[in-house]
């Protein structure tokens, strides 16, 4: 599976982006969804995660209650929408494809995702 990120940009403190993940192939809903990032200088980091069928989620406890990721299925697409963005949040967004994961399950380890889109960036000027 092919994996193409996009959305990201330059926005100010308390500004809001969704951030988009088109996956290529037949089998995107076999496949749980997760978002990294990664800031330089920065290990790549867990961002927020959706289960193949999307009733399951998972965030990191830094972007809970300011983060949602959705999933349509129909479109082969996963979203990120990010709102009241702080500078902390900037990095670069990757999203990625698990497939060996139950319908009801994600990982938050990015050693378990197979597939990875070339990333996005996302910059929050204070």
């Known amino acids: 599976v092919q994996l193409q990120a996009s959305g990201g940009g330059l926005v100010q403190t308390g500004d809001s982006l969704r951030l988009s993940c088109a996956a290529s192939?037949?089998?995107?809903?076999?496949?749980?969804m997760g978002w990294f990032r990664q800031a330089p200088g920065k290990e790549r980091e867990f961002v927020a995660a959706v289960s193949r069928g999307g009733g399951i989620t998972g965030y990191a406890d830094s972007v809970k209650g300011r983060f949602t990721v959705t999933r349509d299925n129909d479109k082969n697409t996963v979203y990120l929408q990010m709102d009241n963005l702080k500078p902390e949040d900037a990095a670069v967004y990757y999203c990625?494809?698990?497939?060996?994961?139950?319908?009801?399950?994600?990982?938050?380890?990015?050693?378990?995702?197979?597939?990875w889109g070339q990333g996005t960036q996302v910059t929050v000027s204070s």
């Open positions: 192939g037949p089998t995107f809903s076999s496949y749980a």
């Open positions: 990625a494809a698990d497939p060996g994961r139950s319908r009801w399950d994600i990982s938050r380890i990015a050693a378990e995702y197979a597939y």
